[in-house]
């Protein structure tokens, strides 16, 4: 399966996902592009180092016409499944149903704990600080038009220290459960192992 994965910073999942790749873990699918919505991301220096053609494409370049060309450059690319991988672009309803069940996005939480508008990056780590809980996590799921709302593919949880500071519990959760969760989840997706009914998924 052609996957493209969009990113917006640093691209420490693209990471993972290249690595899982070049490891055995995905085998069902093929990395084709790389996109990111900011010029000069490190993620596409990653895409570069890796070889995968790898492309910006901004607001500031292409104004509100952003996404179509972001779309036209996936369907030359005959993509099949997008990833969302620290993308922080809203994405179009549009967009959203082109790919309905084929685009997965990566959520530093347990969702549904600390998702939704504003719940990006560091602030969703800093409320899981500011409400006292134990144990927050990553979750994989299905992109749909309610934000961080899509079917759940994977969690995992991570268990918070009280020395914790959002940078620090960023780190582990990046670390124990996001690098970890999106290559298992895109094998999955890719091998044709999710089936949906409703929004919950079973997974063969
Ligand atoms: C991180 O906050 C991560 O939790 C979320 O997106 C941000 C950047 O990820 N998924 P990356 O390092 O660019 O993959």
Not at 8 to 34: D, F, P, Q, R
Not at 55 to 80: C, Q
Not at 93 to 101: A, D, V, W
Not at 140 to 146: K, L, R
Request: proline share 3%.
């Amino acid at each position: 399966m052609k996957v493209a994965v969009l990113v917006s910073g640093g691209g420490t999942n693209l990471g993972a996902i290249i690595k899982a790749a070049h490891s055995g873990i995905i085998k069902s699918a093929e990395i084709v592009c790389v996109v990111s919505n900011r010029e000069g991301a490190y993620a596409l220096t990653r895409a570069e180092n890796a070889g995968i053609p790898h492309r910006a494409i901004t607001k500031k370049e292409y104004g509100d016409n952003f996404e179509a060309e972001i779309i036209s450059y996936l369907d030359s690319m005959g993509v099949e499944l997008v990833v969302l991988a620290g993308y922080t672009a809203i994405i179009s309803p549009e967009f959203i149903k082109k790919y309905e069940n084929r685009m997965i996005n990566i959520h530093p939480s347990l969702i549904p704990s600390f998702c939704g508008k504003g719940f990006y990056g560091l602030h969703v780590h800093e409320a899981a600080l500011k409400y006292g809980v134990k144990v927050t996590g990553a979750t994989v799921h299905f992109v749909s038009e309610v934000v961080d709302g899509g079917a759940i593919i994977l969690q995992k949880a991570v268990e918070i220290q009280p020395s914790d500071t959002p940078e620090t519990l960023q780190r582990r959760v990046m670390e124990e459960a996001e690098w970890e969760l999106l290559p298992r989840a895109i094998e999955l997706v890719a091998s044709g192992r999710v089936s949906l009914s409703g929004r919950k998924t079973q997974i063969r």
